[in-house]
């Protein structure tokens, strides 16, 4: 008996006799809502712990240095033949130590006294400004190819010179050299000059008439570069002032092409996610060189954002995302149709995360106990309120 009384003294919730208490219906009215609000506030917390929260923060992209950007397009060219049709990437990490080893080989091979088929040159255009402007170069580094050894315009207005869009490694250099001057046999280099251009200079005019749907992907380095569809042969001249670049863009994306069901299971942690995926999708791009529109390079400037969404430590999704800017640019050279892409070096990550059960068991604990609370003092409040106006009422001073 000393046992349990001892026991009992630390009660911390000691009865009082049901027979000592007294029911009121402002109690009973208060009784009501606090339940109602503990429910409805219940119910909240319930729906507040079921929903995933999303945190968004802007990082350094976590790429690492050997991983590779997909680049997916699908276009169509309805004055460009796809004969002639080329596409070439190229970067801006620099051509200086391809090039000084490509010009190393090509020397080797071929001789610049005993053989010169293969003549390479390079220019500083910081230093040589006035040479750069005169030809034109608008882009660095630029890497143009003289068939002739020089710039001049013939009577029908073809350009004597090519740019080069295609790889910038020593081996992608060094096979478009040799393939140029494959059909050139050593015999009709010793020629006259003169002789060499009847020979191996006559070009067939390329024909006008066409269309090309150019549908794939490349693989590129994440760092800013372009994507360039343009005419090329090797037996053909292009008259630049008809040349005609227009296209329409069905898909172009960066990363793996996502569909539309992973599109739209994205929109579920931001709104917006997802809307520049594909932001030049259905847009067209029409020139008429007839029009005084003749020698025109389309342009579009494409800065490119990468978003994840992780579920924990899983990585849900990887989505490229970009704006773009396009422009109509006048040139000597053969028009061409031209991606500027640049990848920023920040990513936006988007964390979806999980609410713990202690927190939402503590959370309801504290919804019951405040609102318990709450309601005990206004029901006191009350009553005092009434045995106040009760005493007035009976004409009691206190």
């Given at each position: 008996?000393?046992?349990?009384?001892?026991?009992?003294?630390?009660?911390?919730?000691?009865?009082?006799?049901?027979d000592?208490?007294?029911?009121s219906?402002?109690?009973?009215?208060?009784?009501?809502?606090?339940?109602?609000?503990?429910?409805l506030?219940?119910?909240?917390?319930?729906?507040?712990?079921?929903?995933?929260?999303?945190?968004?923060?802007?990082i350094?992209d976590?790429?690492s240095?050997g991983?590779?950007?997909?680049?997916?397009?699908?276009?169509?060219f309805?004055?460009?033949?796809?004969?002639?049709?080329s596409?070439?990437?190229s970067?801006?990490?620099?051509?200086?130590?391809?090039?000084?080893?490509?010009?190393?080989?090509?020397?080797?091979?071929?001789?610049?006294?005993?053989?010169g088929?293969?003549?390479?040159?390079?220019?500083?255009c910081?230093?040589?400004?006035?040479?750069?402007?005169?030809?034109?170069?608008q882009?660095?580094?630029?890497?143009?190819?003289?068939?002739?050894?020089s710039?001049?315009?013939?009577?029908?207005?073809?350009?004597?010179?090519?740019?080069?869009?295609?790889d910038?490694?020593?081996e992608?250099?060094?096979?478009?050299?040799?393939?140029?001057?494959?059909?050139?046999?050593?015999?009709?280099?010793?020629?006259?000059?003169?002789a060499?251009?009847q020979?191996?200079?006559?070009?067939r005019?390329a024909?006008?008439?066409?269309?090309?749907?150019i549908?794939?992907?490349?693989?590129?380095k994440?760092?800013?570069?372009?994507?360039?569809?343009?005419?090329?042969?090797a037996?053909?001249?292009?008259d630049?002032?008809?040349?005609?670049?227009?296209?329409?863009?069905?898909?172009?994306?960066?990363?793996?092409?996502?569909?539309?069901?992973a599109?739209?299971?994205?929109?579920?942690?931001?709104?917006?996610?997802?809307?520049?995926?594909?932001?030049?999708?259905?847009?067209?791009?029409?020139?008429?060189?007839?029009?005084?529109?003749?020698?025109?390079?389309?342009?579009?400037?494409?800065?490119v954002?990468?978003t994840?969404?992780?579920?924990?430590?899983?990585?849900v999704?990887?989505?490229?995302?970009?704006?773009?800017?396009?422009?109509?640019?006048?040139s000597?050279?053969?028009?061409?149709?031209?991606?500027?892409?640049?990848?920023?070096?920040?990513q936006?990550?988007?964390?979806?995360?999980?609410?713990?059960?202690?927190?939402?068991?503590t959370?309801?604990?504290a919804?019951?106990?405040?609102?318990?609370?709450?309601?005990?003092?206004?029901?006191?409040?009350?009553l005092?309120?009434?045995?106040?106006?009760?005493?007035?009422?009976?004409?009691?001073?206190?």
């Amino acid at each position: 008996m000393t046992s349990k009384s001892k026991i009992k003294s630390v009660d911390f919730y000691r009865k009082i006799p049901r027979d000592l208490t007294e029911a009121s219906l402002t109690g009973a009215g208060l009784s009501i809502i606090a339940a109602f609000f503990m429910i409805l506030l219940f119910g909240m917390e319930l729906n507040d712990y079921l929903t995933m929260s999303t945190t968004t923060s802007v990082i350094v992209d976590k790429s690492s240095d050997g991983d590779f950007l997909i680049i997916d397009f699908d276009m169509s060219f309805p004055a460009l033949s796809c004969e002639f049709a080329s596409v070439d990437v190229s970067d801006v990490l620099g051509t200086k130590p391809s090039w000084e080893k490509a010009e190393n080989i090509i020397r080797e091979r071929y001789d610049p006294e005993m053989d010169g088929r293969i003549l390479l040159g390079k220019v500083d255009c910081t230093e040589e400004v006035d040479l750069c402007t005169r030809n034109h170069i608008q882009g660095y580094p630029s890497i143009r190819i003289y068939r002739k050894g020089s710039d001049l315009r013939e009577a029908d207005g073809h350009n004597e010179h090519e740019s080069y869009y295609g790889d910038r490694d020593t081996e992608s250099l060094v096979k478009t050299m040799e393939e140029l001057v494959a059909p050139i046999s050593l015999e009709s280099q010793r020629v006259s000059s003169d002789a060499k251009l009847q020979t191996n200079g006559t070009k067939r005019p390329a024909p006008t008439s066409g269309g090309c749907r150019i549908e794939g992907f490349v693989r590129v380095k994440k760092v800013p570069g372009n994507l360039v569809i343009s005419a090329h042969s090797a037996a053909h001249s292009f008259d630049a002032s008809q040349m005609n670049m227009s296209h329409v863009i069905s898909h172009f994306s960066f990363g793996k092409r996502l569909s539309q069901q992973a599109i739209s299971d994205m929109k579920k942690f931001l709104p917006y996610l997802g809307q520049s995926y594909d932001k030049l999708s259905s847009n067209a791009y029409i020139t008429n060189p007839k029009e005084s529109n003749e020698n025109v390079t389309i342009e579009h400037y494409l800065q490119v954002v990468k978003t994840e969404v992780m579920t924990g430590t899983n990585k849900v999704v990887e989505d490229y995302e970009y704006t773009s800017h396009s422009s109509l640019v006048h040139s000597l050279d053969i028009p061409v149709a031209k991606f500027h892409y640049e990848p920023s070096p920040m990513q936006v990550l988007i964390t979806e995360t999980a609410k713990s059960f202690s927190h939402f068991l503590t959370n309801v604990c504290a919804i019951i106990g405040g609102v318990f609370t709450v309601a005990g003092i206004l029901d006191s409040l009350l009553l005092n309120t009434l045995r106040l106006v009760k005493k007035v009422e009976l004409g009691k001073n206190f």
